[in-house]
């Protein structure tokens, strides 16, 4: 699916392959597999590579939100129109709503309801709570019954905006993602609080613009971590930086600086350190469990594949994950890293099948699983495996 699009955004630029290999620094030969289904393109560094040689974006490339006839991908999709507004309309000084439950009834929304849904990845369940709520923080803002109130307000509009920004993510929507994280930072601001501006930082680059921005991406991270180090003092300060460090790891991995990988991964450990192992608990469930699943990640858009992702991934305990967003997108990335050796492609499709088990709407939703299973269709030979895999693409909308 992405080869095609490939090939039609290399054509629309008039560019031979050649032409465009020499651009991007991929050779002429990969991009022909490419196009024609024989090879994946999931790693960032390729796509943002192309997608600068190309001079569109890298959702141009790697495409945009879909809709399939499978309800459980495609309900959450029905959230975005009522999170959008609530998000574009809604001002610190001007909420749109004048009364609003009260301001515990609120904070007690976020913690048993919102989160707990979000940790199951239940996004339908999630976005028809979320306009609601951030309404009534708004106004809660606005119109706030004291100073402490007020601050309450604030951080709690701060961890809505996290959840919306997951969800807009994990969609497809990065131009709502980047709002959402921008009116976080607004409430962090008038917080003055270095760790929930870290948090706004967090967000932010889960949302980072989709064009060829690795290396900005890499000094935003930089940038936000350095202002929050003199600041880290307690394990919500820890979790925060340590955040931030991942991003800063996967940043350099995609721009290719081992050295830099190296040390932001061992920055990460070392906050986790400091913390309970406990990815459930902790804020965006950073943890050394969470460490280990970023490096992970990390090793699979280095191209690392088949036994070596096996490897590594026998550092990270499943049941220490405890959530099924973070245990799905391990077993996303472990299923994409296999379906590179065709020692290991009938594996990759039994852990495929295990991430989309553990968390359907997050993973019928990822576009790199969709690819993923697109190129492992292309690639199939057994019966079985075919079988498995077209109830898959089925699922995602991928073409079968």
Known sequence: MIGARL????????????ELAGLSGLSPSFLSMVEHGKRMLDRRSDI????????????????????????????????IPPLRAAL????????????????????????????????????????????????????????????????????SLVEVCAAANELASVMGYTDLAHLAAVRAEEAAVLLEDPVQQGKAAVLS???????????????????????????????????????????????????QRPHVISHW?????????????????????????????????IGVERGESGGAVLEIARSVSEEKIG??????????????????????????????????????QLIRNSTPVRETVAYLLNRATAAAVGRELRGMAARMGVPH
Request: aromatic fraction near 4%; glycine fraction near 6%; proline fraction near 7%.
């Open 7 to 18: 090939r039609t955004l290399r054509r629309w630029r008039g560019m031979t392959q050649a």
């Open 48 to 79: 943002a590579a192309l997608a600068g040689a190309l001079r569109v974006s890298e959702t141009d490339l790697a495409g945009v939100p879909h809709l399939s006839a499978d309800p459980v991908q495609s309900d959450p999709h029905m959230a």
């Open 88 to 155: 574009q309309i809604n001002r610190l000084n001007g909420p749109v709503i004048e009364r609003a439950r009260p301001l515990p009834d609120l904070v007690r929304e976020i913690g048993t309801r919102i989160d707990p849904l979000r940790a199951r990845s239940d996004y339908s369940a999630v976005g028809k709570i979320l306009p609601d709520v951030l309404d009534e923080l708004y106004a809660h803002v606005a119109s706030p019954a004291g100073e402490l109130g007020r601050r309450q307000a604030l951080a």
């Open 205 to 255: 680059l889960f949302a980072y613009p989709q064009e060829h921005t690795w290396d900005r991406r890499l000094r935003a991270a930089e940038r936000a971590a350095g202002a929050l180090e003199p600041h880290a003092r307690d394990p919500l300060a820890y979790q925060v930086l340590g955040m931030l460090t991942l991003h800063a790891a996967m940043a350099a991995a995609v721009i």
């Open 265 to 297: 991964l061992g920055e990460a450990a070392r906050l986790a350190g400091r913390i309970p192992d406990d990815p459930a608990g902790n804020w965006q469930y950073f943890s050394a469990t969470n460490v280990g699943i970023w490096r992970l990640a």
């Open 323 to 360: 959530v099924r967003s973070r245990k799905a997108m391990h077993l996303a990335d472990i299923g994409r890293g296999l379906a590179r050796d065709p020692k290991t492609r009938a594996e990759a499709v039994r852990v495929l099948r295990r991430a989309e088990e553990t968390a359907p």
